[in-house]
């Protein structure tokens, strides 16, 4: 099993990037917490992976932190929470603010998670109270930027708007809300990590 990769990376699509390691492009789908710290394309990177195997596919899921992996690996051992689901909860919310919602039974805030019911965020509150607290506390700092510092980190896409929409699908939007969402928060100069950043504070609120 693959659990740690460092290598070039090539191209960023949230929520999916590309890879090079020793020459091999891995696609690597990650939560825009895991986004927001990417360095620029060209760079190196290292991402603790967490791998699923199924009959028909490999995927793998990366993550800036190995606590943010094992918080994603708590969240599957939910039921009813898939891989999609996991990387749109830590894409909506760090780890630390997910501990806290499910640590004061916040069914509401979390409902608020494309993919998230009422029934599915009371089964997080119960099955998750007293395991996620500790491994969240864990998590290092500087997982939360502010729009501004995040964007001199990141190259230019071409249509920052049409990748924030894709985003935003991908992690579990319908598309017209997900275009509703990006046109309302779109702003000249601002890079697709900071539209879905905009967009995912906005459902939060």
Known sequence: MIG?????????RPPQLLLDVGGVGYDIDAPMTTFYELPESGQDVALFIHQIVRDDSI???GFAHAQERDVFRLLLRVNGIGAKVGLAILSGMD????ARCVSQGDTAGLSKIPGIGKKTAERLVIELR??????????PGGLEHDAASSSASFS??????DEAVAALI???FKPPEATRRIQAVESPGLICEDLVRLALQSVAR
């Not at 740690?4 to 960023?12: I, Q, S, V, Y």
């Not at 007293?130 to 998590?139: C, H, T, Y």
């Open 4 to 12: 740690w990769l460092n290598g070039t990376l090539r191209e960023k």
């Open 59 to 61: 995927n793998l899921y």
């Open 95 to 98: 780890s630390r603010a997910l």
């Open 130 to 139: 007293d395991r996620l607290g500790p491994v969240a506390a864990a998590m």
């Open 156 to 161: 230019q896409p071409a249509d920052p708007a």
């Open 170 to 172: 991908a992690l579990g």
